[in-house]
Protein backbone atom coordinates (compact mmCIF):
# COMPACT_ATOMS: atom_id res chain seq x y z
CA UNK A 1 0.00 0.00 0.00
CA UNK A 2 1.74 3.04 -1.35
CA UNK A 3 -0.44 5.50 -0.31
CA UNK A 4 -0.12 8.72 -2.06
CA UNK A 5 2.53 8.79 -4.75
CA UNK A 6 3.31 12.09 -6.20
CA UNK A 7 6.32 12.16 -9.43
CA UNK A 8 8.87 14.45 -9.70
CA UNK A 9 9.73 15.57 -6.59
CA UNK A 10 11.94 17.65 -8.14
CA UNK A 11 11.68 19.80 -11.19
CA UNK A 12 12.91 23.48 -12.69
CA UNK A 13 11.08 24.74 -15.65
CA UNK A 14 11.65 27.72 -18.25
CA UNK A 15 8.67 29.98 -18.23
CA UNK A 16 6.22 29.43 -20.99
CA UNK A 17 6.97 25.64 -20.82
CA UNK A 18 4.35 23.08 -19.97
CA UNK A 19 4.43 19.95 -18.14
CA UNK A 20 2.21 17.76 -15.57
CA UNK A 21 2.44 16.56 -11.91
CA UNK A 22 1.44 13.20 -11.47
CA UNK A 23 -0.72 12.03 -8.23
CA UNK A 24 -1.99 8.13 -7.64
CA UNK A 25 -3.23 6.73 -5.17
CA UNK A 26 -4.26 3.32 -4.14
CA UNK A 27 -6.80 3.53 -1.54
CA UNK A 28 -9.49 3.26 -3.38
CA UNK A 29 -9.95 7.70 -1.85
CA UNK A 30 -12.88 9.26 -3.71
CA UNK A 31 -11.84 12.60 -2.86
CA UNK A 32 -8.42 14.08 -4.74
CA UNK A 33 -6.80 17.75 -4.22
CA UNK A 34 -4.35 19.78 -5.20
CA UNK A 35 -2.36 22.56 -3.06
CA UNK A 36 0.23 24.34 -3.86
CA UNK A 37 2.19 25.66 -0.48
CA UNK A 38 4.46 29.13 -0.05
CA UNK A 39 6.55 30.50 2.71
CA UNK A 40 4.22 32.08 5.08
CA UNK A 41 0.94 31.38 3.11
CA UNK A 42 0.03 27.85 4.59
CA UNK A 43 -1.36 25.73 1.78
CA UNK A 44 -3.53 27.14 -1.07
CA UNK A 45 -6.64 24.74 -2.91
CA UNK A 46 -6.05 24.76 -6.67
CA UNK A 47 -8.39 22.26 -8.33
CA UNK A 48 -10.59 19.12 -6.49
CA UNK A 49 -12.31 15.89 -7.51
CA UNK A 50 -14.85 14.18 -5.71
CA UNK A 51 -14.74 11.47 -8.02
CA UNK A 52 -13.95 10.37 -11.57
CA UNK A 53 -14.88 12.21 -14.15
CA UNK A 54 -15.79 15.51 -11.49
CA UNK A 55 -13.88 18.01 -10.79
CA UNK A 56 -13.86 21.89 -9.71
CA UNK A 57 -11.93 24.81 -8.83
CA UNK A 58 -10.23 25.80 -5.69
CA UNK A 59 -9.05 28.88 -4.42
CA UNK A 60 -5.77 29.60 -6.94
CA UNK A 61 -6.87 27.31 -10.27
CA UNK A 62 -5.64 30.01 -12.82
CA UNK A 63 -3.07 28.45 -14.96
CA UNK A 64 -3.62 24.76 -13.81
CA UNK A 65 -5.99 22.14 -15.46
CA UNK A 66 -7.05 18.80 -14.10
CA UNK A 67 -8.88 15.81 -15.44
CA UNK A 68 -9.63 12.41 -13.37
CA UNK A 69 -10.53 10.17 -15.57
CA UNK A 70 -9.62 6.99 -13.28
CA UNK A 71 -10.32 7.27 -9.45
CA UNK A 72 -6.37 6.33 -9.10
CA UNK A 73 -4.66 9.06 -10.62
CA UNK A 74 -5.25 12.99 -10.41
CA UNK A 75 -2.52 14.77 -12.45
CA UNK A 76 -2.07 18.61 -12.29
CA UNK A 77 -1.20 20.35 -15.95
CA UNK A 78 0.29 23.90 -15.73
CA UNK A 79 -0.24 24.88 -19.02
CA UNK A 80 2.53 28.14 -19.62
CA UNK A 81 4.46 27.99 -16.84
CA UNK A 82 5.15 31.43 -14.92
CA UNK A 83 8.02 32.21 -11.94
CA UNK A 84 4.72 33.23 -10.12
CA UNK A 85 4.22 29.19 -9.78
CA UNK A 86 7.44 28.52 -8.02
CA UNK A 87 5.95 26.54 -4.73
CA UNK A 88 5.72 23.36 -3.18
CA UNK A 89 2.75 21.07 -4.65
CA UNK A 90 0.76 18.31 -2.55
CA UNK A 91 -1.09 15.67 -3.96
CA UNK A 92 -4.13 14.57 -0.99
CA UNK A 93 -6.66 11.91 -1.39
CA UNK A 94 -9.59 11.55 1.14
CA UNK A 95 -11.85 8.48 1.31
CA UNK A 96 -14.43 10.40 1.21
CA UNK A 97 -15.95 13.75 2.55
CA UNK A 98 -15.30 14.90 5.71
CA UNK A 99 -12.76 12.22 6.54
CA UNK A 100 -8.96 13.00 7.09
CA UNK A 101 -6.44 13.39 4.26
CA UNK A 102 -3.44 11.51 3.14
CA UNK A 103 -0.84 13.57 1.85
CA UNK A 104 2.00 12.95 -0.75
CA UNK A 105 5.46 14.00 0.12
CA UNK A 106 5.29 16.69 -2.63
CA UNK A 107 6.71 18.03 -5.63
CA UNK A 108 8.96 21.01 -5.37
CA UNK A 109 9.36 23.64 -8.86
CA UNK A 110 10.89 26.09 -9.65
CA UNK A 111 10.09 28.47 -12.52
CA UNK A 112 13.11 30.18 -14.01
CA UNK B 1 -10.41 34.12 1.64
CA UNK B 2 -11.96 30.96 3.26
CA UNK B 3 -8.66 29.87 5.40
CA UNK B 4 -8.50 29.26 9.23
CA UNK B 5 -5.97 31.22 10.97
CA UNK B 6 -3.56 30.25 13.67
CA UNK B 7 -2.65 31.50 16.85
CA UNK B 8 0.59 31.83 17.42
CA UNK B 9 2.34 31.99 14.23
CA UNK B 10 5.48 30.76 16.76
CA UNK B 11 5.51 29.21 19.67
CA UNK B 12 8.93 28.10 21.43
CA UNK B 13 8.89 25.78 25.18
CA UNK B 14 11.01 23.46 26.93
CA UNK B 15 10.31 20.10 26.37
CA UNK B 16 7.39 18.77 29.05
CA UNK B 17 5.56 21.58 28.52
CA UNK B 18 1.85 21.97 27.26
CA UNK B 19 1.51 23.64 23.78
CA UNK B 20 -1.42 25.10 22.67
CA UNK B 21 -2.65 26.45 19.34
CA UNK B 22 -5.73 28.10 18.41
CA UNK B 23 -7.45 28.34 15.18
CA UNK B 24 -10.25 30.49 13.39
CA UNK B 25 -12.32 30.45 10.44
CA UNK B 26 -14.76 32.73 8.47
CA UNK B 27 -17.77 30.04 7.55
CA UNK B 28 -19.92 27.01 8.10
CA UNK B 29 -17.98 24.03 8.57
CA UNK B 30 -18.95 20.02 8.42
CA UNK B 31 -15.67 19.10 10.37
CA UNK B 32 -12.14 20.90 11.25
CA UNK B 33 -8.65 18.79 11.35
CA UNK B 34 -5.44 19.34 12.30
CA UNK B 35 -2.39 18.65 10.57
CA UNK B 36 1.47 18.62 11.41
CA UNK B 37 4.33 18.90 8.89
CA UNK B 38 7.75 18.17 9.56
CA UNK B 39 10.42 20.39 7.98
CA UNK B 40 10.49 19.19 3.97
CA UNK B 41 7.68 16.94 4.17
CA UNK B 42 4.22 16.20 3.42
CA UNK B 43 1.37 16.93 6.25
CA UNK B 44 0.09 14.11 8.31
CA UNK B 45 -3.56 14.02 9.77
CA UNK B 46 -3.63 14.21 13.92
CA UNK B 47 -7.32 14.82 14.60
CA UNK B 48 -10.69 15.28 13.44
CA UNK B 49 -13.55 17.23 15.03
CA UNK B 50 -17.01 16.95 13.46
CA UNK B 51 -18.95 20.69 14.02
CA UNK B 52 -21.35 18.62 16.34
CA UNK B 53 -18.53 17.87 18.50
CA UNK B 54 -16.83 19.88 21.19
CA UNK B 55 -13.53 18.18 22.85
CA UNK B 56 -11.95 15.28 21.53
CA UNK B 57 -8.82 13.35 22.78
CA UNK B 58 -6.26 11.35 20.95
CA UNK B 59 -3.33 10.70 23.27
CA UNK B 60 -1.84 13.71 23.95
CA UNK B 61 -3.72 16.08 22.09
CA UNK B 62 -6.51 17.63 22.54
CA UNK B 63 -8.81 19.51 20.48
CA UNK B 64 -12.05 21.82 21.53
CA UNK B 65 -14.14 23.61 19.10
CA UNK B 66 -15.98 26.52 19.03
CA UNK B 67 -18.72 26.93 16.55
CA UNK B 68 -20.06 29.75 17.72
CA UNK B 69 -16.56 31.54 17.73
CA UNK B 70 -15.69 29.76 14.75
CA UNK B 71 -12.59 28.52 16.55
CA UNK B 72 -10.61 25.76 17.54
CA UNK B 73 -7.90 24.67 20.13
CA UNK B 74 -5.04 22.40 19.64
CA UNK B 75 -3.74 21.33 23.25
CA UNK B 76 -0.25 19.06 22.78
CA UNK B 77 0.51 17.86 26.71
CA UNK B 78 4.10 17.02 27.75
CA UNK B 79 5.60 17.95 24.68
CA UNK B 80 8.59 16.36 23.08
CA UNK B 81 11.23 17.37 21.05
CA UNK B 82 9.97 14.82 18.09
CA UNK B 83 7.17 17.33 18.42
CA UNK B 84 8.92 20.43 16.69
CA UNK B 85 6.65 20.95 13.47
CA UNK B 86 4.27 23.45 12.30
CA UNK B 87 0.45 22.57 12.56
CA UNK B 88 -2.08 23.71 10.14
CA UNK B 89 -5.91 23.50 11.13
CA UNK B 90 -8.14 22.55 8.15
CA UNK B 91 -11.90 23.42 7.44
CA UNK B 92 -13.88 20.88 5.74
CA UNK B 93 -16.24 23.24 3.94
CA UNK B 94 -18.31 20.88 2.14
CA UNK B 95 -16.25 19.45 -0.60
CA UNK B 96 -13.67 22.50 -0.45
CA UNK B 97 -10.92 22.06 1.88
CA UNK B 98 -8.94 24.96 3.58
CA UNK B 99 -5.79 25.12 5.46
CA UNK B 100 -4.43 28.55 7.44
CA UNK B 101 -1.06 29.71 7.47
CA UNK B 102 0.44 27.49 10.69
CA UNK B 103 1.89 27.62 13.50
CA UNK B 104 5.51 26.82 13.83
CA UNK B 105 6.17 24.72 16.90
CA UNK B 106 9.75 24.03 18.51
CA UNK B 107 10.18 21.69 21.44
CA UNK B 108 13.66 22.46 22.97
CA UNK B 109 15.33 19.45 24.98
Known amino acids: NAGVTQTPKFQVLKTGQSMTLQCAQD?????MSWYRQDPGMGLRLIHYSVGAGITDQGEVPNGYNVSRSTTEDFPLRLLSAAPSQTSVYFCASSLNRGGGYTFGSGTRLTVV | SQQGEEDPQALSIQEGENATMNCSYKTSINNLQWYRQNSGRGLVHLILIRSNEREKHSGRLRVTLDTSKKSSSLLITASRAADTASYFCATDNFNKFYFGSGTKLNVKP
Open chain 1, 27 to 31: MNHEY
